[in-house]
Nanobody
């Protein structure tokens, strides 16, 4: 089971850190991804972390502003979001799947475990 937290209201240019904690399993052989959804839009890939080789992947729209990382001891994946923009406003979900190949990482359909969303609102 995945638990996402850390959303909130922030002004443009501000920062937030989202957390995705797993219970009942460890992430050690998984890929953990963050996706976001806004009304009227399809779910969008944001970032992913492959636990097996510690590789990270980002959507072009967030590269250089967001950083995905993990805390192995806490079995948690973080999404540090800096220089937030109003267009980052969305419900953010974390998801996990047994180690995905690189070509599948951006596809929400490949993830079979989803946490509830956490709302991020960025005001202008």
């Amino acid at each position: 089971q995945l638990q996402a937290s850390g959303g909130g209201l922030v002004q443009a240019g501000g920062s937030l850190r989202l957390s995705c904690a797993a219970s009942g399993r460890t992430f050690s052989t998984y890929t953990v991804g963050w996706f976001r959804r806004t009304p009227g839009k399809e779910r969008e890939f944001v970032a992913a972390f492959r636990w097996t080789d510690l590789s990270t992947y980002y959507a072009t729209s967030v590269k250089g502003r967001f950083t995905i990382s993990r805390d192995s001891a806490k079995n948690t994946v973080f999404l540090q979001m800096n220089n937030l923009k109003p267009e980052d406003t969305a419900v953010y979900h974390c998801a996990a799947a047994p180690n995905l190949i690189v070509s599948s990482i951006h596809s929400a359909l490949r993830y079979n475990n989803w946490g509830q969303g956490t709302l991020v609102t960025v005001s202008s």
